[in-house]
């Protein structure tokens, strides 16, 4: 390969990877450049251009009139509790399964993983009755409690696998000295899985803030940010510049996440741990 | 860097690949306990959470599955009357019809797009391929409420779309009730979002599958002679088998699942140009008064799952044995 064509294949390469980037933030770059156009039906910007003044307005207006002060109360509220208590059953759970014997503890397992696939389509029919004889329809413990089972599936897969990876002779040496399991657990095992761990917060968090379908199903007058994004969007389908204010301030806080925990995001992806 | 170690599989195994694979041994075994039964009460308190929302539901629907009921009064037995409409009822057929469809940019062209850039990409180093990964990852990490909102504004009638059509003279093809609103176009113009949605992901995991393909396979594959084309079916996809396995299950299965963006998007409109099985069963239940029957939906596409999950594992893995 001669120098001419090899500078033309890296030009090459760069284009085509510039390219896909572009392409894959267009929409979302558009929306940001939408969202700061006067409003009203026809006055979106059509490609980049820019707004004519930056109606910054439209943010205090989309965050009142789609009343998302209260839908990110409940989307907090829930991923608050949600992320930690998912964390902490896949770990406890997780471990048993990767150090302990225990009759029926692969059938078990699989029984978790097949979690992984039921879609919630499946159970909730049921799931809506159930909740409504609990007397939770419409409050933060019926999203919480949903999430939670839902993420334990995945969890319970992905802290097995992370403790599967320890080297023997950690579990050995602290067996030696006489630690119990428990004490194992907290002390040796959490500190080793660590970066698992963190991978596994950050990627529920993301679970529970992107989830839309429990939030549309189990909320009334209480919903997420997107379930909130959803009716606002219902309701001014043609004010584009609002509806796309309200599209970016629910896009905020998971960008934020995303940003600062990019290496566990990743981590999580390059392993094919998202779900479809 | 990464790709002179070696091919290795990967530290964790995606839950992707987890149905159907065949077990394979573990690397070492689990250390005995200090009681046997110590270990039930490790599993407990996620086991009882799990049934109870995940399993004891399943049963429930599977149960409700058999009735006639309305969510109301009392349902009666319908045996499998529910399952029939799976086979008699257009609306249903379509739904899944669409699905494939959808199948064909969920899926298959992310798939071969991401395979061809990966392929191309990986012959050079690409610096600020990190700044690079965060650009493609986003559309997969903001909730698909947001893109699918912001492509409603692709589609809008003062929206980009129209304003390229209209540039280049093409104003004419511009359906007059907007690109998903027209029985022809909803449903594509759907999957084009779910193809935006997907292909960085693709690339992602493709590109990351490359850098461990040994470069000696590629040396040895040029010293053969071997052109671009050649080393692309003899290097590069079987040793992406792995990562190929994965994006199969996850966009497959993802796909079955869709709804999200037909809620915002198109509501299953114009018609039921754009219905999907999840988006019959949501219907069904909360504005049609059709609760067995949306029970039954529901376990049909989970059992469509399960076995689509099932075959492409399988299928894969004897692929991989060859």
Known sequence: ?276 | MIRDLGQQAPAIPSPAVAVGTRRRRERFEPLPGESRRLGYLYILPAFLLYAAFNLVPLAQGVNDSFFHWDGITDGTWAGLANYKEFFTEAEIRTGYVHVLILMIFYAFLPIVIGLFLAAVLSRIRIRGLTFFRLLLFLPLVITDVVTAVAWNWIYDTHGPLNAVFKAVGLGGLIPSAGWLGDFNTALPAVGVFGLWGQFGFCLILFLAGVMKIPSSLYEAARVDGANAFHEFFAVTLPGLRYELQVVLVLTVVGTLGTFDEIYVMTAGGPGTATTVPAYLVWRRMFQTGQVGSAAALGIMLMLIVFAVAYGINRLMERGAER
């Open chain 1, 1 to 276: 390969m001669n120098t001419a064509t090899s500078r033309l294949q890296v030009t090459l390469n760069y284009a085509l990877i510039v390219a896909c980037s572009m392409i894959a933030i267009y929409p979302l770059v558009g929306v940001v450049l939408a969202s700061l156009y006067p409003q009203g039906p026809a006055s979106a910007p059509s490609g980049f251009a820019l707004p004519p003044t930056f109606a910054w307005h439209n943010y205090v207006d989309a965050w009142n009139q789609g009343r998302f002060g209260a839908s990110f109360t409940t989307s907090l509220i829930v991923g608050a509790i949600m992320v930690p208590a998912s964390v902490a059953l896949s770990v406890i759970a997780g471990y048993a399964f990767a150090t302990m014997r225990f009759r029926f503890s692969r059938t078990i397992f699989y029984l978790f993983i097949l979690g992984l696939i039921i879609p919630t389509e499946a159970t909730i029919v049921p799931l809506y009755y159930d909740v409504h004889a609990l007397g939770l329809l419409d409050t933060y413990w019926a999203l919480i409690l949903l999430e939670v089972s839902g993420e334990l599936a995945f969890g319970i897969f992905w802290m097995r696998a992370a403790f599967l990876s320890a080297p023997p002779s950690l579990l050995e040496a602290a067996r030696i000295d006489g630690a119990s399991s428990w004490r194992t657990l907290w002390e040796i095992m959490v500190p080793f899985a660590k970066p698992a761990i963190l991978t596994l917060a950050v990627l529920a968090f993301a679970d529970s803030w992107n989830e839309f379908f429990l939030a549309l199903v189990f909320t009334v007058n209480h919903p997420t940010a997107p379930a909130g994004l959803a009716s606002f969007s219902g309701r001014f389908t043609t004010d584009v510049a609002l509806v796309s204010a309200g599209a970016v301030i629910v896009a905020i806080p998971i960008l934020i996440v995303f940003v600062v925990f990019q290496r566990e995001f990743m981590r999580g992806v390059l392993t094919g741990a998202v779900k479809g």
